[in-house]
């Protein structure tokens, strides 16, 4: 069995050349996911940084599809977020439409019982709720404070917001 000898680590100079060969070609794949030019400058930038900070461990020979991958998982990471927003988004414009014929006293109320559903959630998806929708945390910045995966982050906002909908429910009733 032939023994695989390890590409050579990449050097702050070549860092660079790969900057340079690579930023445009990362950014089109990024706009190809996210037709949203500040976005994709942000997600390329954000990988460039992370490629940065472990330029140690990073091998010439891979550095090209490391840098894709990245870009890849930044793209769906933040198309989900971008998703769960928008869901999050409709459930409150329907939200908002079923107040407006309600009295400062119904909204209230309303208001106070959302945060009692809030602080009844179990504790994990109450601090993946917070985390996302009150503190403007990414899902892989959650996904990273507790070690789990953005989809199980996913996971619990779905739950959250069943929770949230389904006693909201039983209140109108």
Request: with cysteine; hydrophobic share 35%.
């Amino acid at each position: 069995m032939k023994k695989r000898t390890p590409s050579p680590k990449i050097t702050e100079d070549e860092f660079d050349q790969i900057y340079r060969k690579y930023y445009s070609r990362l950014f089109y794949y990024a706009y190809g996911f996210i037709e949203d030019s500040e976005v994709c400058r942000d997600l390329v930038s954000d990988v460039f940084g992370q490629a940065w900070e472990n330029m140690a461990r990073l091998e010439s020979a891979t550095v090209g599809s490391y840098l894709y991958s990245c870009v890849r998982n930044k793209c769906i990471d933040y198309l989900r977020h971008d998703q769960a927003a928008r869901q999050y988004a409709e459930y409150f414009r329907e939200v908002a439409e079923e107040e407006e014929g309600m009295t400062p006293e119904e909204m209230e109320e309303r208001f106070f019982a959302v945060k009692q559903i809030i602080a009844e959630l179990p504790p994990r998806t109450r601090f993946v709720l917070e985390q996302c929708y009150f503190n403007n945390k990414k899902y892989q910045e959650v996904a990273d404070i507790l070690d789990i995966t953005s989809s199980a982050v996913k996971k619990h906002i779905m739950k959250a917001f069943a929770i949230l909908r389904e006693r909201l429910s039983v209140i109108k009733s």
